[in-house]
């Protein structure tokens, strides 16, 4: 168990919907990150947030937006959606805002887009 | 931009040693970093190397070479526990992770 707390497991929609995913770090971290896995495409980075500023974007669609709210959990919202965004959507946290040489996992949302 | 290369599939048989190659490109470079996931579940750090050579860490080593942006796991004593994916990744911007594709490593008795 790495700490990091990921809600819900499991999300299936509808094309054309949105959905919130939720994140909360470990305790004490203050760096959260957001990454997308998809069979295709692996592991990609989406977006940083170290003590609720963004502090580095990836490729992260616009339809797509995050925030990290003052008690340092996170959510990431994704609109409009696609068949395309169904993957894993994993969290991770760190105690450095330069990610440090590790970082802790969440154990991810799979998202399902019908 | 940053690209990494790493075999797409291993096999080996329980006690054997194997070793899995990273090759990158970065604009940037802080160290190569190693990752675990089984199948389905979360990523899980595995080792970390920001200067040259060799990190031991039980059956686990790792190793980097800057001047030829190379690295390597390796995993000893094998068991079938270790049939899961492993990722290199770097982080350019002293940031977020760059993951290469990942090494699917299977473990047969």
């Known amino acids: 168990d790495s700490g990091v707390t990921q809600t819900p497991k499991h999300l299936i929609t509808a094309t054309g919907q949105r959905v919130t995913l939720r994140c909360s770090p470990r305790?004490?971290?203050?760096?959260v990150y957001w990454y997308q896995q998809s069979l295709d495409q692996g592991l990609q980075f989406l977006i940083q947030?170290?003590?609720?500023?963004?502090?580095a974007k990836g490729n992260i669609l616009e339809r797509f937006s995050a925030q990290q709210f003052p008690d340092l959990h996170s959510e990431l919202n994704l609109s409009s959606l696609e068949l395309g965004d169904s993957a894993l959507y994993f969290c991770?946290?760190?105690?450095?805002?330069?990610?440090?040489?590790?970082?802790?996992f969440g154990p991810g949302t799979r998202l399902t887009v019908l | 931009g940053q690209s990494l290369e790493q075999p797409s599939e291993v096999t080996a048989v329980e006690g054997a040693i194997v070793q899995i190659n990273c090759t990158y490109q970065?604009?940037?470079?802080?160290?190569l970093s190693w990752y675990q996931q089984h199948d389905g579940g979360a990523p899980t750090f595995l080792s970390y190397?920001?200067?040259?050579g060799l990190e031991e860490t039980g059956r686990f080593s790792s190793f980097l070479s800057r001047s030829d942006s190379y690295g390597y796991l390796l995993l000893q004593e094998l068991q079938m526990k270790d049939s899961a994916s492993y990722f290199c990744?770097?982080?350019?911007?002293?940031?977020?992770?760059?993951f290469g594709k990942g090494t699917t490593l299977s473990v047969s008795s």
């Open positions: 190397n920001a200067l040259d």
């Open positions: 991770a946290s760190s105690a450095l805002a330069g990610g440090g040489n590790e970082q802790f």
């Open positions: 947030y170290y003590n609720g500023e963004e502090r």
């Open positions: 990744a770097v982080n350019p911007a002293g940031t977020a992770l760059i």
């Open positions: 970065t604009s940037g470079f802080y160290g």
């Open positions: 305790s004490g971290d203050l760096s």
